[in-house]
């Protein structure tokens, strides 16, 4: 009770001080010492930035007292078939449970409802392409049976290319600047200039989708190893270093002479670990010009050679380990592995925090290592799999209420759903480890969206399959795809521009 009231209190003052400083922009650190990562321990995480969340409620919103006579907005959301960590738990909630997180989105509905006289209704399906299905069939029936599409990440594109759903830009009263906005998914999602999809602080699928490292406080004390705060603070902590760390864990736990699901790592990760360690090294498969119309990058000497690099470091299977080998659930199983002590380091996504509270070792959280030195700044993709954003269907029309709608949610959420989402992560973590605390400002302000993972032009986003059979020949498989990638690109720009 004493620890959860200090940790309370720390949490506050860290609160009121960020408050004078409020920091709406979670892009990337600027330029510095280049070796030594710029300082971002003072940001604030809401979609970027910790405790923002509270600070920007003193922004006052510039919207009208309006009476919705009892309009009821039906949100489409999709679960992760076979994953139960991905179901989608952020819209609506039966009743208050004593549960924080599920406590904080009934008050912010009863709060919504009760000032716009309208109702929240969610309509929840087993998978993304049962909602896509029902989405298409709703718009091509022109029945308005749903209001906002909860999407997955990779499929906005193709439905805001063929009219399924609305440039965003067109509702009323929203203004995406606002700090409940994540600012990096407004630049980095929209597409010649028309912004499909959003992430903010409605959700929490985005935040949980965002890559980290987590480390064995024990095992590092237990074999002497370097502190990886100090790397993170002084610019160190890179692919490099941390492979050469994770080599020194290593053992054959009992002596059978093969290294399996039985034994030490210093690494356990998943296919999705290389686009991640891709995109921390600043790489990423497309990035946009300056009539934001995307473009392959993936496929130049250094992006390949970058790739190479990180496939020849995780194929080493004496150190790291592809939990996607493992039967059953492998989000299961791969934090089993890391509760029992077999691994120092283990990739994660957010989500998986929770789960380790009860792990009996001390244990502390790292963002993606860079590709070297010289990067003066840490970056932490989005998983575009398993990441959500918010879209409106082509039969919503009403843009006034739905833009009132979409920023009073938003805002709301960012006092009542994203303060106690933090608190969980805060409570998993800062319980055991309060330098975690400067990790997770520096994760969630350097968070990054792949345009081309996101996109899947070409399918050259699949190269995170190749370590599934160890294959190295990255060069081979981005010129197969190459023409098809661009090709991909231009016919949805293409659509995009014929749109009216």
């Known amino acids: 009770m004493m620890k959860n009231k200090f940790l309370r209190i720390t949490y506050i003052i860290i609160v009121l001080i960020l408050a004078i400083t409020a920091i709406t922009s979670c892009g990337s650190s600027t330029s510095g010492n280049s070796n030594k990562v710029a300082d971002n321990t003072d940001a604030q995480i809401s979609d970027g930035n910790l405790g923002q969340s509270e600070a920007t409620t003193e922004i006052t919103l ?34 208050q449970n004593g549960d924080a997180l599920n406590d904080a989105k009934y008050t912010r509905n009863i709060n919504i409802e009760s000032k716009y006289n309208c109702k929240i209704n969610e309509i929840n399906v087993p998978s993304s392409d049962d909602a896509t299905s029902k989405l298409n069939k709703s718009v091509k029936a ?10 997955r990440m990779q499929l906005y594109q193709n439905l805001g290319a063929s009219g399924t759903i609305i ?23 929209s597409i010649a200039n028309k912004l499909f999809a959003v992430c903010g602080d409605i959700t929490t699928m985005d935040k949980a989708a965002t ?41 054959d736990l009992n002596g059978d002479g093969k290294m399996d699901e039985n034994d030490r790592y210093g690494l356990l990760y998943q296919r999705d670990t290389v686009l991640s360690f891709f995109s921390g090294g600043g790489d990423m498969i497309a990035k946009k010009d300056a009539d934001d119309i ?14 190479t690099h990180i496939l020849e470091s995780l194929y080493n299977k004496d150190s790291c380990f592809n ?10 199983g791969m934090n089993t592995m890391f509760q029992n002590d077999q691994s120092l380091f283990m990739w994660i996504r957010m989500i998986n925090i929770v789960p380790l509270r009860s792990m009996p070792t001390d244990f502390g959280i790292l963002p993606i290592p860079k590709k070297d030195e010289t990067q003066d700044y840490y970056s932490s ?19 006034e209420n739905t833009g009132i709608l979409f920023e009073a ?19 998993g973590i800062i319980a055991r480890d309060e330098e975690s605390l400067d990790m997770l400002n520096i994760i969630f302000k350097n968070r990054t969206y792949d345009i081309g993972a996101i996109g899947m032009y070409g399918k050259l986003n699949e190269i995170l399959y190749l370590p599934m059979t160890y294959d190295l020949n990255v060069a081979s498989y981005v010129e197969k795809r190459l023409p098809t990638a661009e090709k991909d690109i231009q016919k949805l720009v293409d659509k995009i521009n014929a749109l009216n």
């Open 409 to 427: 949610y938003a805002a709301e959420s960012s006092k009542t759903v994203q303060p106690a989402y933090y608190d969980v992560l805060l409570n």
């Open 381 to 399: 993709d989005v998983n575009s799999w398993t990441g959500v954003c918010l879209t409106v269907p082509a039969t919503n029309t009403d843009y």
């Open 294 to 307: 995307p473009y392959i990058t993936l496929g130049d000497d250094s992006t390949v050679t970058a790739m």
């Open 323 to 332: 939990v996607m080998f493992l039967p059953g659930d492998f989000n299961v």
């Open 167 to 189: 440039d965003l830009h067109n509702l009323q009263y929203v203004d995406f600047s606002n700090p409940w906005w994540d600012q990096k998914s407004v630049e980095s999602l």
């Open 142 to 151: 022109q029945d308005g049976a749903y209001d906002v599409f909860v999407s």
């Open 62 to 95: 510039n919207l009208p007292d309006v009476d919705m006579n009892g309009k009821t907005f039906t949100f489409l959301t999709s679960d992760w078939p076979g994953e139960a960590v991905w179901h989608v738990t952020d819209i609506t909630v039966e009743d």
């Open 211 to 251: 890559s980290a490292i987590v480390f064995n406080k024990k095992l590092l004390a237990d074999y002497a190893l370097d502190n990886p705060y100090n790397l993170v603070k002084d610019g160190k902590w890179t692919v490099d270093k941390f492979m050469e760390m994770s080599k020194q864990i290593s053992s």
